[in-house]
């Protein structure tokens, strides 16, 4: 998370008592995806109307779900929670936890099929097609359930699992994760353009 945010929900928590959980971290990573997904439907209503759209922006918007949703975010659940949750008794197939891993599968489908979309003509520019539209509309259905399904119910059943030191141990691999996998410096630069696109789209 950013650091702005992240200091943000640190205060929060103390005030209210309580240390930061591994959910606290993910649940706030929700709130950025599904401002990424109201842009991302901003950019279907715009092709819808104009018949085109800013390719490198429907471009940068894929590369931050490819990056911040998918190898960041469900990097931290399918390497991290989801072990630290099967190791206590939540079964991984037949189970919420099958659930999500096939719903993250799908979601990269569609992210690929997004991108599959864009095509890139001799002169330099690129053409959005409405077939953006579709993929995109599916993938936003798709996540917008994925995230109510994670928050009400996957990410229940964890904090009433999962220990203060299991939580610790948690939290330093989803840093470890921002820091190494993901690159120094790139959670907040990734917060960064999602701002902007938020001015651009939606204000």
Avoid: W
């Amino acid at each position: 998370m950013s650091i702005l945010l992240e200091r943000s929900v640190d205060k929060i928590l103390a005030k209210e008592g309580r240390m930061k959980k591994a959910t606290d971290d993910l649940r706030n990573e929700h709130e950025a995806i599904k401002l990424a997904l109201r842009i991302l439907d901003k950019m279907c209503i715009e092709i819808e109307k104009k018949g085109s759209a800013d390719a490198e922006d429907t471009e940068r918007m894929i590369s931050f779900l490819k990056v911040f949703a998918d190898k960041c975010h469900h990097g931290k659940e399918e390497n991290h929670l989801f072990p630290a949750l099967e190791a206590k008794g939540i079964p991984k197939e037949g189970g919420p936890i099958g659930v999500m891993l096939s719903e993250h599968t799908e979601g990269r489908d569609y992210i690929r099929k997004m991108g599959e979309s864009i095509t890139h003509e001799e002169k330099g520019t690129s053409v959005v097609s409405h077939q953006f539209i579709k993929h995109a509309r599916g993938y936003i259905g798709l996540l917008s359930e994925h995230i109510e399904k994670e928050n009400s119910v996957l990410f229940q059943m964890a904090d009433e699992r999962l220990s203060a030191s299991d939580n610790e141990q948690l939290l330093e691999a989803f840093e470890d994760l921002e820091e190494h996998v993901i690159g120094h410096g790139k959670h907040e630069e990734l917060h960064t353009f999602l701002n902007a696109m938020e001015k651009k789209y939606l204000n």
